[in-house]
């Protein structure tokens, strides 16, 4: 069994969960970075890392055998798993006034099994290994739509704010074995997936809806989780954290 602690990034390619990457990697953790599609960027980044054996695990998280797998394969690479991190995830925008019924279906069904049902699988596959440690952390990445609506996006919304509640359900059933649940709900992050809508909304505009008068950085999320995976929060746990400069307060 590796000596270092390890922590297993899904979405790991890009955006937040890089941010989450590297912010960990800084904090001393060997990354297992999850990816679907963007194997030459997940490359960059363990190159970006730096020394440690960091890897990178391919998997469709929506896929619960391909999951299964990946668990299976950091948890015997490793022989530990400290951290998960679900950042995989999508916004995905719906029009009720004027969507057809079948792509509302389809969209409703898609969103919640990515933005709330594989990070809840992957949970449950991570816990076994946890259970077996007495120890771990599980930092679910939600959103600021959680708390204030998403009327472009209600399945996102409602997925976020599942995965809110389903982080204090297992941060319930889960403390006795020493694994601490966290959710942190960013607002609009300049990640690369992100900058497009934020553009289309207006720059200006957005950066106004928060009191700080500007838009989260990725690196700021990431630092945030590996402060929620540091050593320093023994008695934190089931905390939904708002990483958006208050400006769902706000608006
Ligand atoms: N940016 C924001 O403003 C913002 C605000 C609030 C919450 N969030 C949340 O933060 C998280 C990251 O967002 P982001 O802006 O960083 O997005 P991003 O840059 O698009 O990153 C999302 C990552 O998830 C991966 N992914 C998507 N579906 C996957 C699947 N089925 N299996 C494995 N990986 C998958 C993508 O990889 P592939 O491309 O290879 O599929 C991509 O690397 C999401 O959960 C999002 O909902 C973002």
Partial sequence: MTQKKVA???????????????????????????????????????TELGPGEHKAFRADV???????????QVARHYGRIDVLVNAAGQFIRQDISAGDFGQWQQDWSQCLHLNLTAP????????????????????????????????????????????????????????????????VAPGWTETPTASPRIRAAGWEDVAAQSPLGRIGQPSEIGDLVAYLCSDNTAYLTGAIIDANGASYLRN
């Fill in 62 to 72: 929506t896929n619960a055998a391909q999951a299964e797998v990946m668990v299976g």
């Fill in 8 to 46: 297993l990034v899904t979405g790991a390619a890009s955006g937040i969960g890089r941010a989450c990457a590297i912010s960990l990697a800084r904090s001393g953790y060997q990354i297992a970075a999850n990816y679907r599609s963007r194997e030459a960027e997940t490359l960059e980044l363990l």
């Fill in 120 to 183: 809840m699988n992957l949970a449950f596959l991570v816990s076994k290994v946890m259970i077996q440690q007495q120890s771990g952390k599980i930092v679910n990445i939600t959103s600021r739509g959680a708390f204030r609506g998403e009327p472009n996006a209600p399945a996102y919304g409602a997925a976020k704010s599942g995965l809110n509640s389903a982080s204090q359900s297992l941060a319930l059933a889960l403390g006795s074995q020493g694994i601490h649940v966290y959710a």
